[in-house]
């Protein structure tokens, strides 16, 4: 079982890894404080399961997707503090498989691990309390069955689409935000098939209309770039 760690935290890295090396027979490929490092660990090594808190500071929920459509064979346990069960529910739409507390018995988050390797999906008493709790089902958390719902644009394609209507190119984008720039490429596909648009001029409409930026800005920006 090759697997990595993604979080910020080097102290909760630190604990995850003693743990599994002790209990299973497993290696740890690679350790990741940020979305560059954990993209480029995957990039170069191969991975069955990616431990990570998509909530800590160095990474985003829109990196589950990112590596679900890219690596669609990687499974995913989040292991994050106490969450509300929209960002659970979000996690799983994004694509992670399995999903426990940070403060589970090591029992329970050994047991995770070895489920998801399995690509059986696992969650913990109190991730399933706090799910029943919003009168949810898992077996209905699917991507295919949430297809008609309204778009949803997370904060970092909200940045993403600010920048591409100031006139940015990807290059430019990726070094803002310090991602690469196949990582905001990725992104850019992903915003055009949400918003139904074709080209970047889609997306500019809809950062105006949505007053993401002021047509004055996008005007100047334009005066300015001609």
Known sequence: MKIVLADTNELIRLGIRVLLKSELDCEIVGEAANSPELLDIIESFEVDVI?????SAGFDIDDIAVIKREFPKINLLAITPEQSAQVLVDALRAGVTSYVKKDCSFPEIL???KETSKENKFFCGQILETIQEANLNIDDIELDSFTCEPVLISKRESEIITLIAEGNTNTQIA??????????????????SKLGVKNTAGIVMYAVKTNLISPNKFLFTSDANS
Do not use: Y
């Open 51 to 55: 431990i990570m808190d998509f909530t």
């Open 111 to 113: 047991e995770a691990v």
């Open 175 to 192: 070094d803002k935000l310090f991602l690469s720039s196949h990582t905001i490429n990725t992104h850019r596909k992903n915003i055009m």
